[in-house]
């Protein structure tokens, strides 16, 4: 039975995609890699594809943080901070739930995210919801999908 976790996208079904892995035994993130090489120039923000898609229980997320490393030893951060991967995301039907890392260029120097390289890091939770919250609608995709 399918509770959480990560699947391939077709789009990257033959290119040798690795699913996500904790590093540790109790490590609470996911180390996600990048699908395919990236090069990103001095102040550049570009979105990093993982080839990925998660699936999870109604009441959960799976938030996407920045690898501490990130910053020091590669000039990059993500850059809105806290990637919220909502659970309607999953077979969405404008991108099939494709999870992107949105880095930006903190150095001055052009850099290389490779293929297989961690980029960040995933982290299962459970969200709370207000009293009388009756959201309703299906998530047809991502970044603004839902408008401004
Ligand atoms: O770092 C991120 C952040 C979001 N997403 C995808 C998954 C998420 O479910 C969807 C929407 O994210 P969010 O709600 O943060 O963006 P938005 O600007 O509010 O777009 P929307 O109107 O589609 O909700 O975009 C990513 O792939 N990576
Ligand atoms: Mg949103």
């Given at each position: 039975m399918k509770i959480r976790g990560f699947e391939v996208i077709s789009a990257f079904a033959d290119k040798n995609i690795n699913l996500p892995e904790r590093?540790?035994?109790?490590?609470?993130g996911y180390d996600i890699e990048a699908s395919e090489n990236t090069v990103l120039k001095p102040g550049e923000i570009k979105l990093i594809p993982t080839g990925l898609k998660a699936y999870m229980q109604a009441g959960e997320v799976l938030y996407l943080f920045d690898r501490s490393s990130n910053p020091r030893k590669?000039?990059?951060?993500?850059?809105?901070s806290v990637g919220v991967i909502d659970g309607?995301?999953?077979?969405?039907?404008?991108?099939?739930g494709a999870i992107f890392a949105q880095m930006k260029?903190?150095?001055?120097e052009d850099v290389l995210v490779e293929?297989?390289?961690?980029?960040v890091q995933g982290v299962f939770m459970p969200f709370l919801v207000a009293d009388g919250d009756n959201a309703q609608g299906e998530r047809t995709?991502?970044?603004g999908s839902t408008g401004k």
């Open positions: 590093s540790t035994e109790h490590s609470a590669k000039g990059l951060v993500l850059i809105n309607d995301y999953y077979n969405n039907p404008s991108n099939e260029n903190i150095s001055d293929k297989g390289e961690r980029v995709g991502g970044f």
